[in-house]
């Protein structure tokens, strides 16, 4: 059976009608982060629970504007994105959570420097495509999701499926002098 | 005409660059490849240049040592002759948990494998320990060289990844 796939319709985080919690942040080299998640079932309690904590830490750390399952410790092919208000973003779905999300078309590669809360320490400069589009589910529900976007929420979600994969944006680093000490931190 | 390797290590203060600069085009020799960066805030530059005797470059930045806080050391080197056919460019990036021996192991695979690295950086933070490599491998080898290093890094139990490098030519 195919799935028919729709924008967000609407969704908002508050529809997980849970307030989440925070949960800490794990930093590398923690192996969590080098573990390729597995997918979930989004309908589960446990998936809804860990989506709605996801936004929740990712809403009180500065400048966040991603935050993956293995980020707070579990491996699972789960993500928050919220790139709203960054100067960067173009394209802007807003606050959204997706389960078992890939990558279905990457266009208009471009080189950005990332840094990650994960690795808190450093910034690297990774070739992400700026035109993308994402298939996944939304937690909750399940309901099939195409998104389409671009810019930074297209790097942001790269970034976030990476992380779901065991990836880090160490693994994508342009070269030898691609990885600098951060300087700024927010 | 002389080619010389000049190194310059230690502690950092502003205007190292331009004092070692200075000095070399007094001389009249010709700065051309360099590198300079820091290295846990130690001061390290690297670079060759062509015209003057080695001895009159290390009179020349003799001053710069004279505090003992840096070290200068000149030595003649042998130009280049031709330059042997180029392999494919990757880049191998590994991260894990901070552990002894992690680059021997590392680039001792990708010696084995005929691979060349041209470009280098180790980073360590809190127990971090980050490599990027950039190296050239025997065209070919690609396979067999990932499927070597994801052996090591497994014995390691660090992570690693092989991509080939972005080489897009505008």
Redesign the interface.
């Known amino acids: 059976m195919t799935a028919e796939y729709a924008g967000l319709g609407g969704w908002v985080p508050e529809a997980l009608a849970l307030p989440g919690e925070v949960r800490p942040v794990v930093?590398?080299?923690d192996p969590v982060l080098?573990r390729p998640g597995p997918e979930v079932d989004p309908k589960s309690d446990e998936v809804v629970r860990l989506a709605a904590d996801l936004v929740a830490t990712m809403r009180v750390s500065p400048g966040c504007v991603g935050l993956a399952a293995p980020q707070v410790g579990v491996s699972a092919q789960v993500f928050a994105v919220d790139v709203t208000g960054h100067p960067k973003a173009v394209t802007v779905h807003g606050a959204f959570v997706l389960c078992n999300a890939k990558v279905v078309e990457a266009t208009r590669w471009k080189a950005g420097r990332e840094g990650c809360m994960s690795?808190p320490?450093?910034t690297g400069d990774v070739?992400r495509a700026s035109r993308l589009v994402v298939e996944g589910m939304l937690p909750g529900t399940g309901a099939p999701v195409r998104l389409v976007t671009d810019g930074f929420e297209a790097r942001a979600l790269q970034h976030e499926i990476d992380h779901c994969a065991?990836?880090?944006f160490?693994?994508?680093?342009?070269?030898?002098?691609?990885?600098y000490?951060r300087k700024v931190y927010l | 005409m002389n080619e010389l390797a000049i190194t310059v290590i230690g502690r950092d203060r502003p205007g190292i660059v331009a004092d070692v600069a200075e000095a070399l085009a007094r001389l009249g020799a010709n700065l051309t490849d360099s590198t300079m960066t820091r290295l846990r805030g130690h001061f390290a530059m690297t670079l060759i240049c062509v015209g003057p005797a080695a001895a009159d470059v290390e009179a020349a930045l003799a001053p710069l040592a004279a505090d003992g806080q840096l070290l200068a050391t000149v030595r003649a080197v042998t130009p280049d002759g031709a330059i042997e056919p180029a392999g494919e460019p990757y880049v191998m990036a590994v991260h894990g948990a901070d552990r002894m021996g992690i680059v021997a192991a590392m680039t001792r695979a990708l010696a084995d494998a005929g691979g060349n690295v041209t470009d280098l950086s180790t980073r360590l933070t809190g127990s971090l320990y980050v490599v990027v490599a950039e190296v050239e491998l025997p065209p070919g080898s690609s396979d067999e060289v990932a499927g070597r290093l994801a052996r090591t890094a497994a014995e390691l139990g660090v992570g690693v990844s092989l991509r080939l490098a972005d080489t897009d030519l505008l």
Not at chain 1, 170 to 179: E, F, M, P, T, Y
């Open positions: 930093s590398a080299p080098s690795v320490d450093l070739k065991g990836l880090l160490l693994d994508r680093v342009a070269g030898a002098h691609a990885v000490q």
